[in-house]
T-cell receptor
């Protein structure tokens, strides 16, 4: 089964609102990554948080990691219509952390 | 930044034919590349690890004779879907690790088997 499980599966919000997506995983990790995928296209790496970090920011993105609960959250603040996409968390299953297991993803729709 | 080029972006083929998908690291060398498959409205599933100069490592449930992987150079890995059937229709995407843990993904290939 997949390493990461995300909720919600789908999220619809208005522009300007914040969007929060959650991810849970099953085994110990070295890091957790978040990716974005526009419909039918490749992946864009958003942010990586290491297992010894609790929170990380990048622009309007804020990621938290709770290793005791094996969970992470991605917060997008002040969302825009252009943020509409699917978002996936991923963890590495090999030693280098480069072979990824992806969560089921959250489809975010931001309407203007 | 590092770029991974994947070709073709879309392919339509008849059932029973074979399709080759290429994944190139354009400005860096990659001894390892990864192949994923994604069905509509689903997540990406790791299929195999492509190793330069040696055999690919396949994930459980992935048929190695069905999905042939060749990694003949430090910048090119190919995935050949042999004797494709409609159930092989999917989005295939590759990735290659750059320095550190950062991964670079190709833009994907949408395969449609008629």
């Amino acid at each position: 089964s997949q390493q990461g499980e995300e909720d919600p599966q789908a999220l619809s919000i208005q522009e300007g609102e914040n969007a929060t997506m959650n991810c849970s995983y099953k085994t110990s990790i070295n890091n957790l990554q978040w990716y974005r995928q526009n419909s039918g296209r490749g992946l864009v790496h958003l942010i990586l948080i290491r297992s010894n970090e609790r929170e990380k920011h990048s622009g309007r993105l804020r990621v938290t990691l709770d290793t005791s609960k094996k969970s992470s959250s991605l917060l997008i603040t002040a969302s825009r219509a252009a943020d509409t996409a699917s978002y996936f968390c991923a963890t590495g299953i090999n030693q280098a952390g480069t072979a990824l297991i992806f969560g089921k993803g959250t489809t975010l729709s931001v309407s203007s | 930044g590092a770029v991974v080029s994947q070709h073709p972006s879309r392919v339509i083929c008849k059932s029973g034919t074979s399709v080759k998908i290429e994944c190139r690291s354009l400005d860096f060398q990659a001894t390892t590349m990864f192949w994923y498959r994604q069905f509509p409205k689903q997540s990406l599933m790791l299929m195999a690890t492509s190793n330069e100069g040696s055999k690919a490592t396949y994930e459980q449930g992935v048929e190695k004779d069905k999905f042939l992987i060749n990694h003949a150079s430090l910048t090119l890995s190919t995935l050949t879907v042999t004797s494709a059937h409609p159930e092989d229709s999917s989005f295939y995407i590759c990735s290659a690790p750059g320095q550190g843990v950062q991964l670079f993904f190709g833009s994907g290939t949408q395969l449609s088997v008629l």
